[in-house]
T-cell receptor, first 113, second 114 residues
Framework: NAGVTQTPKFQVLKTGQSMTLQCAQDMNHNSMYWYRQDPGMGLRLIYYSASEGTTDKGEVPNGYNVSRLNKREFSLRLESAAPSQTSVYFC????????????FGQGTRLTVV | DQQVKQNSPSLSVQEGRISILNCDYTNSMFDYFLWYKKYPAEGPTFLISISSIKDKNEDGRFTVFLNKSAKHLSLHIVPSQPGDSAVYFCAAKDYGGSQGNLIFGKGTKLSVKP
């Protein structure tokens, strides 16, 4: 049982390049999330998908787009990467009625140069 | 303005002693609070939670206390073990929000010395 799987684990981009971070969960959770964590900061919500077919902005959505491809997969796209998007990105999932908040993937460390 | 505050960036404790990590919040609409533990190069893992209708929740060595009037919660680890050394994040959920839609504090790095 893998839980939440993110790919890639590491990525270096040049300013202006685009890329998609992939996330998949095998826990049959309805909701999925993308967070970013910057040094000395807590995690901040970028986008979330409460259920398949829906997406909503979180606290820091600018510069990102998301796609809830199906119940299992939730991708995060950077259309034109900027150095300010250098961060560690975490995907998470949760299910209504189950305790424990969100279950997190291992993270993607992204550097934009 | 930070809605969830962890004012101690770090805490050092001797093995076997109690670790107390503190968290303050400002939003009275928070209805669920969680503590996550994070090791380097890993994602946060859920540790323990408490609903706003309770004032204490216990799970083995971990106990979370909630003081709603003071908008304060704390995590007690007794006894502390070297494997508890990690960054601990306090998080809160807004009433009506989904379970993973959380506001996080900045974290407290706990070091447990043998």
């Amino acid at each position: 049982n893998a839980g939440v799987t993110q790919t890639p684990k590491f990525q270096v981009l040049k300013t202006g390049q685009s890329m998609t971070l992939q996330c998949a969960q095998d826990m049959n959770h309805n909701s999925m999330y993308w967070y970013r964590q910057d040094p000395g900061m807590g995690l901040r919500l970028i986008y979330y998908s409460a259920s398949e077919g829906t997406t909503d902005k979180g606290e820091v959505p600018n510069g990102y787009n998301v796609s809830r491809l199906n119940k299992r997969e939730f991708s995060l796209r950077l259309e034109s990467a900027a150095p300010s998007q250098t961060s560690v990105y975490f995907c998470a999932s949760s299910s209504l009625g189950r305790p424990g908040g969100a279950f997190f993937g291992q993270g993607t460390r992204l550097t934009v140069v | 303005d930070q809605q969830v505050k962890q004012n101690s960036p770090s805490l050092s404790v001797q093995e076997g002693r109690i670790s107390i990590l503190n968290c303050d919040y400002t939003n009275s609409m928070f209805d669920y609070f969680l503590w996550y533990k994070k090791y380097p190069a890993e994602g946060p893992t859920f540790l323990i939670s408490i609903s706003s209708i309770k004032d204490k929740n216990e799970d083995g060595r971990f106990t979370v206390f909630l003081n709603k009037s003071a908008k304060h919660l704390s995590l007690h680890i007794v006894p502390s073990q070297p494997g508890d050394s990690a960054v601990y994040f306090c998080a809160a959920k807004d009433y009506g929000g989904s379970q993973g839609n959380l506001i996080f504090g900045k974290g407290t790095k706990l070091s447990v010395k043998p």
